[in-house]
């Protein structure tokens, strides 16, 4: 077969085959999981990763594998990258990012509200290397502005945000930065390719957690970031190999069947969350409901210019949401009470404010706090809306509360 320029196809074409070819020993059409940790060489081989090309044969697979090659191809393509690079999980991948693109005297200025073990990270690793850190609500491009410094040589954003489901305008941002001569970092997991492509607003780099919507199973751990090969060559040499952080081939293989029907999951996750969110919102025990679909999302003109699918992410308060937990623990039976999202299966889980402002989210202004309190409340409910059929969450999430 004759390689095939993705660039010019749709959406569930690339997602389909991208990265992916018969088999030229067996004609095999569906990809092989190649298991290997070593191949067999030429005597000339080197044997420092300092002496390895980007299209160099396959020497270790902590240095590249065919199988997770395949991955890379796939997720670049949907991404619109020129590479990508797969990690071991998410953290894996951010990081490697991290650790590679700052150094001691270096600013860092990052959400005051990201992905928990990151925000904690940023508590307490990151600044005993002497990198200075300032969060911020980065849906205030002002407050951007006021945190950057000169040494500031990184923003990193999540947009939507962990667990609020508060947007940052991705393109504005990216003026901010590089006006500031920093890098721009999103945080793409909850919106996937299928809403947003990052890189096409202006950022320097995107990173998922291919373990969420990617994946899509709830069955494999995995990470990557993408971007260009300029930016990504340096650091697959530097941290992702030295640090080493790969992915197994076989979860990479487990990955890319799951990307397959990416486009298609995105659709029913979609359609399924905004039912569930309209039917929520109506709810007389309901006190809010927060989901970039729904008009009543502080942010839902930024929603709709900058994401073409809203995800099948909700989150809601409940009065005595401690309580209402145990109760929903005990009494879904469609829904699992689990940790975790982007699964094809409903998940939800309570997220108590007071222990995350105490463990994880230590927020520097009264403005901070304010914002949190607005989304959040005293805890939320962070809904993974899944696959199921969207009457049948309903009734399940009915029972459940009368």
């Known amino acids: ?120 990270m940023a508590n307490e690793m990151i600044p005993e290397l002497n990198i200075e850190v300032t969060k911020v609500n980065t849906s205030d491009p002002e407050a951007i502005k006021a945190a950057i410094k000169p040494n500031t040589k990184l923003i990193y954003i999540e947009t939507p945000c962990n667990p609020l489901l508060r947007l940052t305008d991705i393109a504005e941002v990216a003026v901010i930065a590089h006006q500031a001569g920093a890098k721009l970092a999103v945080d793409s997991t909850f919106a996937t390719p299928i809403a947003t492509k990052p890189l096409l607003l202006g950022a320097d780099f995107v990173i998922h957690s291919l373990t969420k919507y990617l994946g899509g199973h709830g069955d494999a751990l995995g990470g990557a970031i993408l971007g260009s090969k300029t930016a990504l060559t340096p650091l697959r040499k530097k941290t992702a190999i030295r640090l080493g952080g790969v992915i197994s081939p076989f979860n990479a293989w487990l990955i890319m069947r799951g990307i397959a029907t990416l486009p298609i999951r995105m659709r029913v996750h979609e359609e399924n969350a905004l039912k569930v969110a309209a039917w929520l919102e109506q709810h007389p025990k309901v006190k809010k409901v927060i989901y970039p679909g729904l008009p009543s999302h502080p942010q839902y003109e930024l929603a709709k210019r900058q994401m073409k699918n809203f995800s099948g992410m909700i989150t809601f308060q409940l009065e005595n949401g401690n309580k209402q937990a145990k109760i929903f623990a005990e009494k879904l039976q469609i829904i699992h009470y689990a940790v975790s999202l982007g699964h094809h299966r409903s998940l939800i889980f309570y997220l108590n404010s007071a222990d995350l402002l105490e463990s994880s989210f230590k927020f520097a202004t009264l403005e901070q706090l304010a914002s949190w309190n607005d989304f959040a409340g005293e805890g939320i409910f962070r809904f993974s809306i899944g696959l199921e059929d969207a009457d049948d969450i309903i009734a399940d999430l009915k029972q459940a509360l009368d």
């Open 1 to 120: 077969m004759s390689k095939t320029d993705f660039s010019r196809l749709g959406e569930q074409t690339k997602a389909i085959h991208a990265g992916e070819e018969p088999d030229p020993v067996t004609r095999a059409s569906a990809p092989s999981i190649n298991m290997s940790t070593t191949f067999v060489v030429e005597a000339d081989a080197g044997f420092s990763v300092e002496s390895l090309d980007e299209d160099a044969a396959w020497i270790y697979t902590r240095w590249g594998n065919p199988t997770i090659h395949q991955l890379e191809l796939k997720l670049a393509a949907l991404e619109q990258a020129e590479t990508a690079i797969a990690f071991a999980s998410g953290m894996g991948a951010i990081t490697a990012l991290v650790f590679h693109l700052l150094k001691a005297g270096d600013h860092l200025v990052i959400s005051d509200v990201t992905y928990a073990a990151l925000t904690e």
